[in-house]
């Protein structure tokens, strides 16, 4: 009888253990689900946005998503990390617009010159509530969520020579972004655009392949490019937006509470990013002279009278694919409403 109410608790207890462990799961379970972002950059606005957007979700999913930051290319050149964000390899990745335009054309109205008018406009433009509600689409049937786009910074030129006037430019190879829409004023301002992934641009420098590079300042500045080529010439004709993508397929397959969580983090954290990347802006000025750089401002009548033609160019541009004329229209009406 005492053998018999043994094996009947010892059965209770072995049903119970097994009935507690399939309502909790696996171990593996619970394990936190881990979130890849990637960068091209140090130390500038996208990584700082990347640092802010781990910490804010580990400690709002309180640790169920473990974030781990890889900036400097750490997870493989761009268009590579682009394709595992794709395929859910990399969990997010934020980079300038331009550099996602081979998944979407689209995204590289952005980089249209004469859209923005300055820093402050571009904060305006890319909150504007009708703008989002179009490009946030952007991406979405080849494996990207568009989840937050935010200033980068003025378009310079960082030559191994001075640039103090557009006029400069002519006969320039100058690496770009492989953008029809960046590229193409390039070629109206009589420089020649030359393509190159971000690790080949400073070898190119160093080497005299290229005059010069498109960018923006912080980068130039985090990245040390002084040591190279001294002169930077800020033209403002353009912007870089910092834009933020998600995995779709990652993102899907969270729990919608997580979900949640992830897209009110990412938008909470980016519309906050603007006052850093300005302050960032003008403090890698003081870096870029300190370090024996010299900053040209071009003047603002050489801008008014070179932004017309290179505005024609990009709308022609932007023309001849629909997709790309369409965004681009929804992309002046935002600048028109918020100017």
Not at 39 to 62: S, V
Not at 138 to 158: D, H, I, K, Y
Not at 219 to 245: G, P, Q, R
């Amino acid at each position: 009888m005492e053998t018999c109410r043994y094996r009947s608790a010892a059965g209770r207890l072995f049903f119970g253990a097994m009935l507690a462990a399939f309502v909790a799961g696996p171990a593996w379970a619970q394990s936190p689900i881990l979130m890849k972002l990637g960068t091209p950059t140090l130390n500038d606005g996208q990584h700082e946005f990347l640092k802010r957007l781990a910490t804010a979700i580990e400690k709002d999913t309180g640790g169920r998503i473990k974030v781990e930051v890889y900036p400097a290319s750490q997870l493989g050149p761009i268009p590579r990390e682009i394709e595992a964000v794709q395929l859910g390899a990399i969990q997010g990745f934020i980079s300038p617009a331009e550099f996602l335009e081979g998944v979407d054309p689209r995204f590289q109205v952005l980089s249209a010159p004469g859209i923005f008018k300055d820093m402050n406009h571009v904060d305006r433009v890319v909150k504007d509530p009708e703008f989002r509600k179009e490009f946030y689409k952007v991406g979405a049937q080849r494996g990207l969520r568009v989840s937050e786009a935010f200033l980068s910074g003025p378009t310079a030129v960082n030559t191994r020579k001075p640039v103090r006037h557009i006029a400069d430019l002519k006969g320039l190879k100058l690496r770009v972004l492989a953008s029809p829409i960046q590229m193409e004023p390039v070629k109206a301002l009589g420089a020649t655009p030359v393509p190159l992934s971000l690790g080949d641009v400073l070898p190119a420098l160093q080497q005299g392949a290229i005059d010069g590079v498109m960018s923006v300042m912080p980068v130039l500045a985090a990245m040390h490019y002084y040591d190279t080529a001294k002169y930077v010439s800020e033209t403002n004709l353009s912007y870089a937006v910092s834009t933020f993508v998600i995995s779709s397929t990652w993102f899907n397959h969270l729990p919608p509470d997580l979900q949640k969580i992830v897209n009110d983090d990412t938008l909470r954290v980016g519309d906050q990013m603007h006052p850093w990347v300005v302050d960032f802006y003008y403090a890698q000025k003081k870096v870029w002279n300190a370090a024996g750089g010299e900053v040209i401002a071009i003047s603002d009548e050489e801008r008014a009278k070179a932004s017309p033609p290179l505005v024609a160019v990009a709308a022609r541009v932007a023309a001849s694919k629909p997709p790309v004329e369409a965004m681009y229209k929804v992309l002046e009406a935002a600048a028109k409403r918020t100017q």
